[in-house]
Structures are given as structure tokens and as C-alpha cells.
């Protein structure tokens, strides 16, 4: 890969990254009910998902996931139930101000928030077959393709690894504002209601004909 091509897609990986979905949600949710230092774990998660779709796209099974109509209906509505399932548990949150916790209140540990974010990423069909229609505009086929992969996986990281660090630090300064029962119940069912809105935008995804 060239360095100008580099350079093309590192301007549309911030792009990918800023706009909004599932791992943006699950940021936030993450900053607003643990803060930026627990919560970016959930980021960490997010990332390690992206390097797997991209994994799966470079070994040619986002290809299979693409073309099959059951391993895409398979990922997909596994997919949907995770978020729909995140909703609820966000729904369903107690209304607790993360300025009265204690390290002894957190129920969930920096493990979970990292495989909660990774799920929401690598068991989304929508982000492999995006990559399979993004990449390939950017490789240079005459040339090893692994190392290549590689700096896809690397360069989506980073981008990710900082517009989602923005997206739960935003939350977790909103949250520190919060400190009324009702407004922190607010919240909880905003982002509740969103991660089922992305499972329902998911449900709705189509596999390419």
C-alpha cells in the first residue's frame, strides 16, 4: 500500500468511526454508567472487534459470511439479540449518580466491558460487509496482501481507539453533571432505547445481492 493511499483511507477510517452506530452507543453507555477510566475498556473491546472483522474479511470469511444466506442470517440476528439484551440491561439499570459508587458498587469488571464491546462489533454482518466492499478499493493486489491487512486493522484501531475515547469521556462529564434520580433514569432508558434502535437498524440490513 502506497503512502497516498494510506493517507486516503486514514481520512475515511475517522470518517467510519465518527459516524454513528452500535460501538458509539456502547461507548457512551459505558462513560455514562462507569466513567472514562472503567469505561474505555468497553473501547478496548471495541477495537479488538474491529481487528477481528478484519481478520475475518482478510481470511476470506467475511466473503463466506457475504455470500451465504445462513451464516449471514446466523451472525446477523445473533447481532440483534445482543443489543436488544444491552438495551434492556441499560433500561433496567438502577438510577445511581456514578459520583455516589464506590470501587466496591461496580458489579461489572474491565473483562466484561471488554468482551461487551468486542461482541458488539465483531457480531455485526453489517461491518464485514462493509469492509469487503471498502477494502479492496484501497489494496494494491499486485503486492503481499497480509501486511496490508495489517495496516487496515492497525489504522481502523487507532481512529476508533480515539473517537471512542471522545464518545465516553462526553458521557462520562455529562453523567458527573447528574445527579438526580430521575435524570440518571432518564439516561439509562435513552440509552437503553438507542442500543434497540441499532438492533432493530441491524434486523432491518439486508445481505448484498
Known amino acids: 500500500m502506497e503512502f497516498s493511499t494510506w493517507l486516503a483511507f486514514f481520512a475515511a477510517s475517522w470518517a467510519i468511526s ?16 462507569h466513567g472514562f477510566r472503567l469505561g474505555y475498556y468497553t473501547t478496548i ?20 459470511i457475504a455470500a451465504s444466506s445462513l451464516a449471514f442470517a446466523i451472525v446477523k440476528w445473533a447481532g440483534v439479540a445482543y443489543l436488544a439484551w444491552l438495551g434492556i440491561q441499560q433500561w433496567r ?10 470501587p466496591e458498587d461496580h458489579v461489572v469488571t474491565r473483562r466484561e466491558l471488554v468482551l461487551r464491546g468486542w461482541l458488539v462489533n465483531a457480531m455485526n454482518p453489517k461491518g464485514t460487509v462493509f469492509l469487503l466492499a471498502v477494502m ?28 471512542m475515547a471522545g464518545y465516553t469521556v462526553l458521557a462520562s462529564r455529562v453523567l ?11 439516561m439509562n432508558r435513552v440509552f437503553g432505547s438507542l442500543f434497540i434502535a441499532a438492533g432493530a437498524l441491524l434486523a432491518s440490513f439486508k445481505r448484498a445481492a
Not at 439499570?93 to 464506590?102: D, F, G, L, Y
Not at 489494496?139 to 501486511?147: K, Y
Not at 458527573?176 to 432518564?186: M, T
Open 93 to 102: 439499570a438502577p438510577a445511581t449518580p456514578m459520583v455516589a459508587e464506590s
Open 45 to 64: 473491546g471495541l477495537v479488538l472487534g474491529i481487528v477481528t472483522q478484519t481478520i475475518v474479511v482478510g481470511a476470506g470469511l467475511g466473503a463466506l
Open 136 to 163: 479492496p478499493q484501497f489494496l494494491d493486489l499486485h503486492a503481499s496482501l497480509a501486511p496490508q491487512y495489517a495496516v487496515i486493522a492497525c489504522t481502523l484501531a487507532f481512529t476508533d481507539s480515539v473517537v
Open 176 to 186: 458527573s453533571a447528574l445527579r438526580a434520580e430521575h435524570h440518571i433514569r432518564l
Open 18 to 33: 465518527l459516524s454513528p452506530g452500535a460501538g458509539a452507543i456502547a461507548a457512551m453507555s459505558s462513560g455514562l454508567n
